[in-house]
Each structure stands twice: as structure tokens, then as C-alpha cells.
T-cell receptor, first 113, second 113 residues
């Protein structure tokens, strides 16, 4: 039972480069989320999706883009990487947005130098 | 704006001790509150979820309580073990925030053998 799978686990980017963080879940969850966690801080929501074809901004969406073409996949795109985007990125999913627990991937540690 | 605070930031206890982790939030209009565990280099695992209408939830040696009116939640860990060493985060979902969770910064727990 894979749950939420994120790739890659680690990545180093140069300023201005682009990359896509991959996230897939096999639990048939409708809701998917991208969070970032800076050292010693709580998680902040970047984008979320309530179903295929529907996405919305979270607290810190600037510099990121997302798409949701299938129920299973929710990739996060960084177009022009900046040092401020150095962080650990977590993808999560839940069946609904109400009283359901969130299931998290193991994270992607990204450094922008 | 909802703010979530966890005190202490770090806690070190001997094995076998009962302990309490604290979480406070500024806006009592919450839908639910979750406690998560995060191991180094790993994603978050949901431990307990308390709906706003509930006062507490229990799972094994863990007991979480919620007092909406005072904006507080506690996570009680009985008979702590070295395997309980991790960072514990609480997160609240506001009634009007849709899919957004607001996370605290976490308490780093070390249980010494």
C-alpha cells in the first residue's frame, strides 16, 4: 500500500532553473495539497486541489504552479527557482476536506543555490 | 488570522515518564484539530483528530483533549518510550478556511532510555 509518493527526495537547483516535484496517491482521495516547511517552522499551504481539473491557491502560492489532470497526480512546478524557495516540500491527500485525516508523502528537500 | 503556538519547542524526558504537549490557537472558531508526528527526514503521520464538538480522543498511550473556548489542546503521552522521540505538530482547521490547516511550529520530544 504505497499511500502518497513524492519524487525526487532531494534536489539542488541553481537560481533561475525550473523543476517539477511529482506527487501521486493511490488511495482515490479527492483532495490533494502541497505544503512547504522551513526549518523550525510549521507547514504552510502552497496550493490545493479538490478534484481533477480544480486547483486553488493556499497561503504562499507565489513562484509555484500546479495542475491536476488525474485523481492520482498533483505535480508542483517551480518556474524560476529562487533561494527563498529552499525548503522541504510535502504533498498530502485526504478523502474530503472535512473531518478526514491527512496522509503525507515523505517530502522533497530542495536547495536553490 | 489564526495563529497556532506550541510550547515548549523542545522537551527531553526519561523513559517511562508521562508527559503533556501543549497547543494553543487564537481563533476558537475551529472545525477540527489534528495532532501529527514527524520523524526526521519523513513526512507527517496523523495521530489523532478531534472534531470541534468533541472534548478528547484516545489512541493507545495517546490522549488528546480540546477546549475550544480557551483555545487550547493537549496531547498526553503515557509511559513514554524512546520510540516516541519525534517532533509533534498540531494543526487546526478553521470553520471558514475551506481546505486550509494552520500548523504550529512543533514540539521536539526526546525520550531518553
Amino acid at each position: 500500500n504505497a499511500g502518497v509518493t513524492q519524487t525526487p527526495k532531494f534536489r539542488i537547483l541553481k537560481i533561475g532553473q525550473s523543476m517539477t516535484l511529482q506527487c501521486t496517491q493511490d488511495m482515490n482521495h479527492n483532495y490533494m495539497y502541497w505544503y512547504r516547511q522551513d526549518p523550525g517552522m510549521g507547514l504552510k499551504l502552497i496550493y490545493y486541489s479538490v478534484g481533477a481539473g480544480i486547483t486553488d491557491k493556499g497561503e504562499v502560492p507565489n513562484g509555484y504552479n500546479v495542475s491536476r489532470s488525474t485523481t492520482e497526480d498533483f505535480p508542483l512546478r517551480l518556474e524560476l527557482a529562487a533561494p527563498s524557495q529552499t525548503s522541504v516540500y510535502f504533498c498530502a491527500s485526504s478523502y474530503s476536506t472535512g473531518g478526514e485525516k491527512l496522509f503525507f508523502g515523505s517530502g522533497t528537500q530542495l536547495s536553490v543555490l | 488570522k489564526q495563529e497556532v503556538t506550541q510550547i515548549p519547542a523542545a522537551l527531553s524526558v526519561p523513559e517511562g515518564e508521562n508527559l503533556v504537549l501543549n497547543c494553543s490557537f487564537t481563533d476558537s472558531a475551529i472545525y477540527n484539530l489534528q495532532w501529527f508526528r514527524q520523524d526526521p527526514g519523513k513526512g507527517l503521520t496523523s495521530l489523532l483528530l478531534i472534531q470541534s464538538s468533541q472534548r478528547e480522543q484516545t489512541s493507545g498511550r495517546l490522549n488528546a483533549s480540546l477546549d475550544k473556548s480557551s483555545g487550547r489542546s493537549t496531547l498526553y503521552i503515557a509511559a513514554s518510550q524512546p520510540g516516541d522521540s519525534a517532533t509533534y505538530l498540531c494543526a487546526v482547521r478553521r470553520e471558514t478556511s475551506g481546505s486550509r490547516l494552520t500548523f504550529g511550529e512543533g514540539t521536539q520530544l526526546t525520550v531518553n532510555p
